[in-house]
Structure formats: structure tokens, C-alpha cells
């Protein structure tokens, strides 16, 4: 059985997969304390069945959410891979032409393509296929590979032991950013932490006004100023962190990226002073790319890496593309995991990025 395949049954609950994976899930999470006696020994599988059965119920929700999400996408590419298929008896070079035309097409990129279709005729000649329908799966299972390329990924935020979590975000404006903010921010008050948004963007008008409207909807904590100098914001702002005992810190700043100089020495600033606040410094640095700019997202994230740091990626507005395989060619251009992916309006369409779930939403209309 082919990854697709498996990762198929996973998430259509035929399979034993599904369960392996939950029980894994709940294992490696802590038992929240919900009153009970913890010396009552016998109480503690209800509560691991419990805790199985929401996590189901999650992860089913979060299957839709990403079905929902591709179906643009599902319907541009996806479907003319499979047009493709029909159109084609045997595995010609015209075969291979086309199938490397609706790749580019797709945005994963010229260079990932040429390498992907090469990896592709090698496993055409060594395995001596010549259906184009035996290729379905393999594609699927190739593309899988360019992202995840023999590498541990993680998609989880780290978080600080020692005092608040500080995630700085980035990007230039436009993409979504303040918005990525409040959801996470929302995510993260969900899961009963103490959230403090700061707005560091402080020249771009109306900037700290619009990220204090989000605290205010999703009952944040707040702290900027505007006309100020984005570093002093960002000290004065971790000073409250500290003394209010805040969980959770997120710190927008501004998107420059015209001059790329001066926003260097300004995230520069910004991280001295972090790491002058904060035992350990961020904790994480999220950029944040709108998918709708294609290849224009992908040269943002190469010139982000150029100046600062990166932890992860925030791909928004994924759904309101036909081209979703930018998550590949930006996990291949950059060498950075996507973390989040943004498929609609609402709090709940931010995802935690979950290249099986992806792959599943994207391709599952193939088979």
C-alpha cells in the first residue's frame, strides 16, 4: 500500500491508522486535572477514553476544515492531474511535458519540478511503468517526500519555561498579518493561556489601532504605541508581560521589505532587546506569506531568511487559491516549516499545519 493510500484510510477511518495515531496523540498529552482524585487509579482510563474520543472528534473537525480549504486548489491542479491520466494509454515525454506544465502551473516552482519530474522518470525505468494510472499514487508519494525530504518537522510553537513565550511575526504588509495574530492569539486563550498582543508596527497608519481592535475581540491584553520607536514599544511592552504574568506574547512589527537594510537593524533592535527581556530571547519567529501571491510569497520568504532568523511559516488566504502547491516550494526554496495555513475568514480556519491532512484534503478527489 502506497503512503496515499494509508494516509487515505487514516483520515476516512477505515482503518486501524486513525486510532494509532489518537491513542500516540493522547499519550503524549497531560491529563488535564478535572477534579478527580488522582490516587483513584481506575479513573484514569475513562479519562484517556474520554480525551480519545474528543481527539477524534478534533482532528475530524480539522479534516473538513482543510477539505473545505483546497477545494480551489483541488479543483485547479488536482484535477488536471487526473485529466491528465485519462488523456494518456502509456508514459510518453509528451506525458511528462504536460505533467511538468501543471506542476509549474501550481507554483511549486521551476527547480523543484525539474527535480521531482527526474526523480519520477527514474522510478518510471527502474520499476518499468508504462500506465499513467499506476502513476497516480507515486506522484502523490513523491510530492510527500519533497516536503518532508528524510526530515523531522515540527509544527508545534515551542514554549518558554522560564517566563513568557514571545513569538515575534513578520511579513510585508498586506498578508494577512494582524489577522494571523488575533487568530493565534484566540487559539491560544482557548487553551487557557494569558495572551499579550504588542503592536511594534508603529509607522504604518492606523497599525497599532487595528491590532488593538483584534485584543479587544478576542479579550487580549494590549500594548502599543503609536509614532514610537518599535524596540522601546516592545521593552515597555515585555516589561508588562513580566509583571502581569502573561503566558503568551505576540509582537507584530512593520513590513518593509522595500529597505531591506533598515528593516534588518530593526528586527536586529527588536531581538536585542527580547533577548535582554527574556531568558532565552523569542521563542519563535513566524512569517507570515499570503498563498495568493504565488512565486512573489516565495521571494518574500528568501528575502526575509536574508535578514533575520525564521522559525516557521504562516501561509494565509490558502484557500482562496488554485495553486496549493506553494507549501511545497517553500518548504523546498527555504528549507523553513510551515506552521500554520490559513483556509477562510473565521478563527477556527487557522490550522496547524499537518503535511498528512494536507496532502489528504489536496489529492483525495485522485483516487
Excluded at 142 to 163: C, Q, R, T
Excluded at 191 to 214: N, P
Amino acid at each position: 500500500m502506497g503512503l496515499f493510500s494509508k494516509i487515505k484510510n487514516m483520515f476516512k477511518g477505515s482503518h486501524e491508522e486513525v486510532e494509532e495515531k489518537v491513542v500516540e496523540e493522547v499519550k503524549n498529552e497531560e491529563v488535564e486535572d478535572d477534579g478527580l482524585n488522582p490516587l483513584a487509579i481506575d479513573q484514569e482510563e475513562p479519562i484517556v477514553e474520554e480525551k480519545k474520543e474528543a481527539k477524534k472528534e478534533k482532528v475530524k473537525e480539522s479534516v473538513k476544515v482543510y477539505e473545505k480549504g483546497l477545494t480551489k486548489s483541488r479543483q485547479g491542479f488536482v484535477s488536471k492531474l487526473a485529466n491528465l491520466t485519462n488523456k494518456y494509454s502509456k508514459i510518453t515525454d509528451e506525458y511528462f511535458d504536460e505533467l511538468e506544465e501543471i506542476l509549474i502551473m501550481a507554483d511549486i516552482g521551476v527547480n523543484t519540478v525539474m527535480d521531482f519530474i527526474d526523480r519520477l522518470r527514474d522510478r518510471v525505468n527502474k520499476e518499468h511503468i508504462t500506465d499513467p494510472s499506476e502513476l497516480k499514487e507515486i506522484i502523490v508519494d513523491e510530492l510527500f517526500i519533497i516536503y518532508v525530504n528524510d526530515e523531522v518537522l515540527s509544527n508545534k510553537i515551542n514554549f518558554n519555561d522560564n517566563g513568557p513565550t514571545v513569538i515575534l511575526f513578520i511579513g510585508v504588509n498586506g498578508v494577512g498579518k494582524t489577522t494571523t495574530i488575533a487568530k493565534l492569539a484566540n487559539k491560544f486563550i482557548d487553551e487557557k493561556k494569558k495572551v499579550l498582543m504588542v503592536g511594534a508596527d508603529t509607522f504604518r497608519a492606523g497599525a497599532v489601532e487595528q491590532l488593538k481592535e483584534w485584543a479587544d475581540k478576542v479579550k487580549a491584553g494590549f500594548y502599543g504605541k503609536e509614532e514610537s520607536d518599535p524596540a522601546s514599544v516592545v521593552y515597555d511592552g515585555l516589561e508588562l508581560a513580566k509583571k502581569e504574568n502573561y503566558d503568551v506574547v505576540l509582537i507584530d512589527t512593520a513590513g518593509r521589505l522595500q529597505n531591506k537594510v533598515n528593516l534588518m537593524k530593526e528586527l536586529e533592535k527588536i531581538n536585542k532587546v527580547i533577548d535582554g527581556q527574556i531568558d532565552g530571547g523569542a521563542t519563535e519567529t513566524l512569517l507570515v506569506i499570503d498563498a495568493t501571491t504565488g512565486q512573489n510569497g516565495i521571494s518574500q520568504a528568501q528575502a526575509f531568511k536574508e535578514i533575520t532568523n525564521i522559525t516557521g511559516i504562516v501561509l494565509t488566504k490558502l484557500d482562496g487559491t488554485a495553486k496549493g502547491g506553494i507549501v511545497l516550494a517553500i518548504k523546498e526554496c527555504v528549507n523553513i516549516p510551515v506552521k500554520y495555513i490559513g483556509l477562510g475568514e473565521t478563527k477556527d480556519d487557522l490550522q496547524v499545519f499537518d503535511i498528512e491532512k494536507y496532502i489528504y484534503g489536496l489529492f483525495k478527489d485522485m483516487m
